[in-house]
Each structure stands twice: as C-alpha cells, then as structure tokens.
C-alpha cells in the first residue's frame, strides 16, 4: 500500500507474511533528484509484486530507484533492498558498519552465530535438547536477513552529512535494537525516519549481541542509552518502520522509559518474591507475562536478559550457574524499588 505524505515522500506498507507476529513494515520512498527508497519490506514474491504495483502508480519501475539507505539488519527492513540490490547490481546500500557482519553473512558465519544464539537459549534455563531441534529454524531466520554483496555496501558517513539525490540526512547511529542501527534525520523537512528505534505505541525489543559489544549480550542498556540520540530533534514529523506516522517524539520516548523503570521493578519484585531462591531468565520471563506462544517467550526472555544485565552492572542483582543455566537473585543493595533512570535522560 501506497500513501502520500507530502515533501515527495510516500508511506510504502506490507504485510511480513513469513513472521507472522510482526506487524505490517513501513518503507519510505522519496522522489528527490533520484528515487530514494529507505528500508522496504521482505523479499518475498508477493511483497516485492506489491512494491512493483506501487510504483507504477508513480510510473516508476524498481530499476529506477538510486539509492537504498538501510535502518538495520533485521528481515522486515532488509529483505526488499537485498532483493533490489541482487536484481541491480550496481545499486548501491548505505549500511552502518556495525551491520556488516550480519549483512554479508556467508553461511559459515551464519552457522557460528547460531551456535552463540544457541547457547545464549540454554543458559535462559531452556532444555539443550529442546534448543537443538530449534537449529533449523534459526539458520533459517538467519539467512532470511542478508544477502547484500559487500562491493555494494556503502558506511553512512560518521559525523557529515548524508548527501544523496540532492538531499542531506544525518545518520544517528542508536545502537540497541540492533549493533548499528540508524535514524536519519532530515533538517530540511524537519523529519525523522525512526524506523525500530522509537515507534508511538510499542517499546521495541532489544537485539542479542551475537559478537558481544562493550561487554553485553542484550542491547538494552545501550538502547535506553541511545534515545536520547534523537530526543532533542525538533521533528514536526516521525517516520517509524511500524504504525502511523506521528508528532510526538518527545512523548514517545518518555513512555518507552516509563515501560522499562515499570519492567525493571518488576523483576526485581519477583526476585524478592522468592524469598532468596535464585531464578533463570525464562523463569523470571513466565512469572512477569505468563504463559505466552515461543516466539514471545523469546523476546520476553530477551528483554529481561537486558534488564538483568543491567542490574547486575549496577550491583543489584548476582547470578550463579547451575548446569548451564545462569539463576539470578537479588542483592540487599536493591531494597529500594523505586529505580531512576536518569542515566538514559539527557
């Protein structure tokens, strides 16, 4: 589907048939002195007829687009410029080069970065032998999001401006969702294209570090860290990868705070609720959501990895492992549960 949003610029939504919990992903097309496509959908037959139909609409094919300037890594986003990129050969996709590594992934490199997701899984408390029937999938999720060839990898520039099809953008690097994701920033139209990183009514999920970065597995503490990248941006307009454009960016993030001082409580509370019993991340995960479907477990499990990780750096919270799962409790330290996070505010 096709929308307008006035400064030449059009809303591209579909729908992620092959993740079925995710919903419906933004792209966005600007007819600048070049077609200008940002993010654009999975790279599926019926999601790339969809994108063909829409730009005939502005007659316009998908030879014709000049530039593809990628958010992050994740499929929903990179699936239409990996395609676009293996249709044209000499298209050319700007990518922050903290994604590289899971842009042009070879499938060895694939198979090692399960191997981490994989004991990642195991140490949350889940069953090694339940995790090894999930091997499959995962490689599979895995080769769903890259395919990019490296000669037609561009860095976004680290402190210039993004000069492309006679516009300028500010690639913000707000890594958490992912290693290096990027909101770009256009001053000329006061906008922001926020993709994953502030959305109006969901607080995203933080990505595992498969490489590990700055000591962490979770990104969560550096997303938190990083929306104060973008929160003093004077946006009369916000693009985000899912939901509605919106005005209130400011108003966003402060309810993704508010969130995650709510989540961090919490886990804390149920730590103390156990009376000194240590408990694993898919424990901790089960008592706060209850029971959930696999893939919202995961996520869960995920954020919390985050949110204990946190803690811990803070003191408040220790782990011991037992077998191979790491079984938290908390410290006396954390008796005071009114957590602030001025850390994450500018």
């Given amino acids: ?13 579909y729908n992620v048939p092959e993740m079925k919990a995710v919903p419906p ?7 600048a ?15 790339f007829q969809a994108l063909k139909d829409d730009l005939t609409t502005l007659k316009l094919k998908p030879s014709d687009i ?18 676009l990129a293996s249709e044209n050969k000499k298209l050319k996709v700007f990518v922050h080069e903290e994604e590289w590594v899971q842009v042009t992934a070879s499938d060895r490199e694939r198979e090692r970065l399960r191997d981490v997701l994989c004991e990642i899984i195991v140490s949350w408390g889940v069953d090694p032998e339940i995790v090894a029937m999930m091997r499959e999938k995962i490689i599979q999720a895995l080769r769903f999001g890259g395919g990019i060839g490296r000669d037609q990898i561009l860095p976004y520039p680290k402190k210039d401006l993004l000069k492309v099809g ?23 139209a ?11 009514t969901i607080s995203p999920n933080p990505t595992l570090y498969l490489n590990g970065r700055n000591g962490k597995i979770c990104g969560l ?42 989540r961090q409580k919490a886990i804390l509370q149920n730590l103390t609720a156990t009376d000194g019993e240590p408990l694993s991340i898919i424990e901790l995960t089960q008592k706060i959501w209850g029971e959930m479907d696999p893939l919202h477990i995961f996520l869960g499990a995920r954020e919390v990895h985050g949110f204990l990780e ?37």
């Fill in 66 to 83: 000049g530039q593809v300037l990628l958010t992050h890594n994740h499929a929903d986003h990179i699936g239409m410029p990996s395609r």
């Fill in 221 to 262: 503490g550096d997303y938190l860290n990083s929306l104060s990248n973008v929160e003093k941006l004077p946006a009369k307009l916000v693009m985000p990868g899912h939901g509605a454009p919106f005005t209130n960016l400011t108003g966003s993030i402060e309810k993704i705070r508010t969130n995650a001082k709510d």
């Fill in 310 to 346: 946190m803690l811990e750096e803070d003191g408040l919270v220790k782990y011991e492992t037992v077998g191979h799962t790491k079984k938290y409790s908390r410290l006396k330290k954390a008796e005071n549960l009114d957590i602030q996070f001025e850390q994450f505010q500018s």
């Fill in 25 to 31: 992903v933004n792209g966005f097309l600007i007819l």
């Fill in 190 to 200: 006061q906008s922001l294209f926020s993709n994953d990183h502030v959305l109006e």
């Fill in 1 to 13: 589907m096709i929308k307008s949003l006035g400064n030449s610029v059009y809303q591209l939504t």
């Fill in 166 to 188: 006679g516009l300028d953008f500010q690639a913000i690097h707000c890594p958490g969702h992912t290693e290096g994701l990027v909101c770009l920033w256009w001053p000329a």
């Fill in 33 to 47: 002195d070049m077609p200008i496509l940002i993010d654009g959908g999975t790279s599926d037959d019926r999601t």
